[in-house]
């Protein structure tokens, strides 16, 4: 499992959870300090303007809500 401690381009993963609602996460914001938020798709979309403004690079994986619901 050693491929899964790369830092920098690890898939967000069931386990990762939305820092302000506990929702399973999609979206990694990294900050300048390496820092990082993990946001669900609701409170990415209500921080995008923030966000888009102060971290150095955002993870946005949130194709994956409507893969995975089609899948059902
Ligand atoms: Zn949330």
Redesign the pocket.
């Known amino acids: 499992m050693t491929e899964n401690l790369l830092l920098t381009s690890s898939p967000l993963s069931a386990l990762d959870r ?1 820092d ?4 399973q996460a999609y979206v990694r914001a990294v900050m300048a300090n390496g820092f990082e938020l993990l ?2 798709a ?2 990415a979309k209500k921080y995008q303007d923030g966000l888009a403004s102060t971290a150095a690079r955002i993870d946005d994986e949130t194709d994956r809500i409507t893969e995975e619901s089609a899948a059902r």
């Open positions: 939305c302000r609602c506990g929702a946001f669900c609701h409170h």
